[in-house]
């Protein structure tokens, strides 16, 4: 896309801002010398997000469709996705390494590193194993990762879904352009129906909640409109694709009698227990899924909960010894396979839907969407006027003999009374949601808006960069405009998780 006067969102930004604060958008999304926001430079290791398991997913899709669609099983071709899987694995490590935080010598980032890279590795396997299959006896992919954009509040005429975003922008169009990527689009074979997948990890996918809040969920009615343009047949229904990850907790200290050791990702994909081999009364290593975990008396009903006996430790699966692991196998791979698909889909992956089309939701946010993003607009604007105000005002004040010429940089011009005004009056802070409910803390919270030590250029500081836009047009946008695409690592716009 080449530049124009389209506004260019996504429900990112549009999420950021109700599920969090006007402000913690408009620093992401809106701020710096650029206009495209800030992100936190990672100073620890990264915990995966989605954008891992999507690259798993949309290639073993892709492969399968390669192969042969209804024919494909991933057990029949495991080198193949081997490689996919893998090369997620590689590509978090390369993150790691562009970082500088491997190969520090420091004990506790490599144990998490390793276990986060597990953990990518047996979702990919877990989902491959089970809801894959279900997918290719049920379903025929139309699409997988396409990116959509369309224009909401058009004002050059067109209805909304008609015309590309070129059209749009060759008559002068300002319109609100919303870009979405769906992760798999597919047609039902009983019946030919377009149908939404979306896939999620979450720290606890089978709960009540995760389930619940799908129906009303602005991914779909943002991303549906644009993939029904594109495919010119309406999306009569939604899948989501839940993986559990497990939570994220600290583990009970035994000195201090307390949950106060090191965190741990409680997975099952990630550790297991095993009593070692002691023969002949126990000839090869007993594994065992969980410690404790509950059952039903056949003869009572009552649920009861049980534990393992003595002699079981806890193991990390990649620094498992597993007797009759094929060559070529990683442990991960050879675990995963012998928990099965049986296991799997009661503990790890869970198919929800089909959800109806929010036809109803999707009528009503064309309308609010396009109307909050005009209020982005005019709001933007104020900050600009004062942005020039300030810069006139420093820019007079300078004695007459600075024949210079120089500039007054952006971070001068920034932090300015009448910017700050504007900054506080249209894009206030939810102090409210600095902390969220699982204890994650705002990443603008400290220095920027408790204006601490650095608040006043965050990029300077060297805390924050620039951000990098995850869907291609917002690309093609910045390098129309002349400005520079961030390459650093940490820069990504990522995937978001359930937020669990």
């Not at 990116?147 to 050059?156: R, T």
């Not at 995963?336 to 999707?362: D, F, K, S």
């Not at 820019?395 to 003999?401: N, Y």
Request: glycine content about 8%.
């Amino acid at each position: 896309m080449t530049d124009s006067t389209l506004w260019l969102t996504n429900r990112s930004a549009y999420q950021r801002e109700h599920n969090q604060c006007d402000h913690a958008r408009f620093l992401e999304y809106h701020s710096g010398p650029y206009g495209y926001g800030i992100r936190l430079k990672a100073e620890s290791v990264y915990l995966p997000t989605g954008i891992f398991f999507h690259k798993i997913l949309e290639g073993v899709v892709k492969l399968a469709i390669e192969i042969g669609w209804k024919d494909f099983e991933a057990s029949k071709y495991r080198a193949d996705t081997r490689v996919i899987i893998n090369g997620a694995v590689d590509r978090y490590y390369r993150l790691l390494d562009a970082r500088g935080l491997r190969n520090m010598d420091l004990v506790e980032q490599e144990y998490t590193i390793a276990e986060q890279a597990t953990l990518i590795e047996g979702l990919g396997w877990a989902w491959s194993m089970t809801l894959l299959p279900y997918l290719i006896k049920y379903f025929t992919p139309l699409s997988v990762e396409v990116e959509d954009v369309v224009v909401l509040g058009c004002s050059c005429g067109l209805p909304t879904g008609v015309g590309e975003p070129e059209d749009h922008a060759t008559r002068g169009c300002n319109g609100i352009a919303w870009c979405s990527k769906a992760d798999l689009i597919t047609a039902r074979d009983a019946d030919g129906a377009a149908g939404w997948h979306e896939y999620k990890t979450g720290a606890e996918v089978f709960r009540k909640t995760f389930s619940e809040r799908w129906d009303t969920n602005v991914q779909f009615a943002s991303g549906i409109l644009g993939a029904e343009r594109r495919l010119q047949r309406e999306i009569t229904h939604i899948y989501v694709h839940g993986l559990q990850k497990g939570s994220r907790k600290s583990q009970y200290d035994d000195d201090k009698k307390d949950y106060s050791g090191p965190r741990r990702q409680n997975s099952i994909l990630c550790y297991a227990y095993c009593k070692p081999a002691d023969p002949p009364v126990l000839p090869l290593d007993d594994w065992r899924v969980k410690y404790q975990w509950y059952e039903n008396d056949p003869h009572t009903g009552k649920r009861h909960m049980r534990r393992l006996g003595k002699g079981y430790e806890k193991v990390p699966i990649w620094e498992a010894e597993f007797f009759g692991r094929p060559g070529g196998w990683s442990n991960v791979e050879y675990w995963t396979a012998w928990l099965g698909p049986i296991r799997m889909n009661e503990e790890v992956c869970l198919l929800l839907g089909p959800y109806e089309r929010p036809t109803q939701m999707l009528e009503e946010f064309v309308v609010e969407a396009a109307a909050e993003e005009r209020r982005w607009q005019d709001r933007l604007w104020a900050v600009h006027d004062a942005r020039t105000q300030a810069y006139d005002r420093l820019m007079a004040a300078r004695p007459v003999f600075d024949e210079s010429g120089s500039r007054i940089s952006f971070e001068v011009v920034e932090v300015q009374p009448e910017v700050q005004k504007a900054l506080r009056e249209n894009f206030p802070k939810n102090w409210e949601g600095c902390r969220s409910y699982y204890g994650d803390v705002c990443e603008f919270l400290d220095p920027i808006c408790l204006k601490r030590v650095g608040w006043d250029d965050p990029l300077g500081s060297l805390k924050y960069i620039h951000r990098r836009p995850h869907h291609q047009p917002e690309i093609d946008q910045m390098i129309a405009r002349g400005l520079p695409v961030p390459t650093d690592p940490d820069a990504e716009e990522g995937i978001d998780d359930d937020g669990e």
